[in-house]
C-alpha cells in the first residue's frame, strides 16, 4: 500500500522536482547549511537546464557547455530562482549531492569535517559571480533557512557558509554578488 504521508523534509512553499541524485544521510545529522550559486549555461538565467541537471536530462545538444557537464550527478536541496520561485529537488532529511570535495571547521564539535553532504542542507541560488542577487531571492532564502532553523535545531548562523568557504581550492559561489550582511539583517529582522 502506498504511504499517502507527505515526507516531512519537503517545504511546502517550494514546487517539488523529484531528483535521484540522492541517498540516506548516514547519521541523520543535519548541522550545516551551504549557499552555492548556479546558471546554465553559465552567465544565463531563467529556462529549465538546472532542473534539467539535477535530474539527469540534460540535453547535451543545446548549448556546448552542456556536453562538459551532462554525465554528472548531482543535486541540490533547493534551487531559488531570479523571480524567488523555490524548487526542492531533494527532501532536507536526505543527503543531497551538492558540496563535493570539500571540509568544514565545525567550531562545536573543534574538529575539520568532511563527507559535508552527510550532514549538509544545499541551497543553490540562480545566480553568478557577477550579477547581484535579486531582492525576492532573497526574501525566499530567509523563508527557507527560517524553515530550515525550526526543523533542524543545530542550524544557526555560525552553521552557514558559501560553497566557496569549503573549497575554496575550486569554488567560489555564491561569490561576491552575494551580500551577507543584508542576508543577515533580513534573517534577524521578524
Given at each position: 500500500?502506498?504511504?499517502?504521508?507527505?515526507?516531512?523534509?519537503?517545504?511546502?512553499?517550494?514546487?517539488?522536482?523529484?531528483?535521484?541524485?540522492?541517498?540516506?544521510?548516514?547519521?541523520?545529522?543535519?548541522?550545516?547549511?551551504?549557499?552555492?550559486?548556479?546558471?546554465?549555461?553559465?552567465?544565463?538565467?531563467?529556462?529549465?537546464?538546472?532542473?534539467?541537471?539535477?535530474?539527469?536530462?540534460?540535453?547535451?545538444?543545446?548549448?556546448?557547455?552542456?556536453?562538459?557537464?551532462?554525465?554528472?550527478?548531482?543535486?541540490?536541496?533547493?534551487?531559488?530562482?531570479?523571480?524567488?520561485?523555490?524548487?526542492?529537488?531533494?527532501?532536507?532529511?536526505?543527503?543531497?549531492?551538492?558540496?563535493?570535495?570539500?571540509?568544514?571547521?565545525?567550531?562545536?564539535?573543534?574538529?575539520?569535517?568532511r563527507a559535508l553532504n552527510d550532514f549538509s542542507v544545499g541551497i543553490e541560488l540562480e545566480g553568478d559571480e557577477k550579477t547581484p542577487f535579486t531582492r525576492a531571492q532573497y526574501d525566499a532564502l530567509v523563508g527557507a533557512v527560517r524553515w530550515l532553523v525550526a526543523r533542524y535545531p543545530q542550524l544557526n548562523r555560525r552553521r552557514m557558509t558559501s560553497h566557496a568557504h569549503v573549497a575554496?581550492?575550486?569554488?567560489?559561489?555564491?561569490?561576491?554578488?552575494?551580500?551577507?550582511?543584508?542576508?543577515?539583517?533580513?534573517?534577524?529582522?521578524?
Open positions: 500500500m502506498e504511504n499517502k504521508q507527505p515526507l516531512s523534509g519537503w517545504w511546502e512553499s517550494a514546487r517539488k522536482v523529484v531528483s535521484p541524485n540522492c541517498d540516506t544521510r548516514p547519521s541523520g545529522e543535519v548541522s550545516l547549511l551551504l549557499l552555492h550559486a548556479i546558471s546554465l549555461p553559465p552567465g544565463q538565467f531563467s529556462g529549465t537546464a538546472i532542473e534539467a541537471l539535477f535530474t539527469n536530462q540534460l540535453a547535451v545538444d543545446e548549448h556546448p557547455f552542456f556536453a562538459d557537464i551532462a554525465h554528472l550527478r548531482v543535486s541540490a536541496h533547493l534551487l531559488i530562482r531570479r523571480d524567488g520561485e523555490c524548487v526542492q529537488f531533494v527532501d532536507t532529511d536526505q543527503r543531497a549531492w551538492h558540496a563535493g570535495r570539500s571540509c568544514w571547521w565545525d567550531a562545536h564539535q573543534r574538529e575539520w569535517r575554496p581550492w575550486r569554488k567560489t559561489d555564491p561569490g561576491p554578488t552575494f551580500d551577507w550582511a543584508y542576508f543577515e539583517q533580513r534573517l534577524a529582522a521578524n
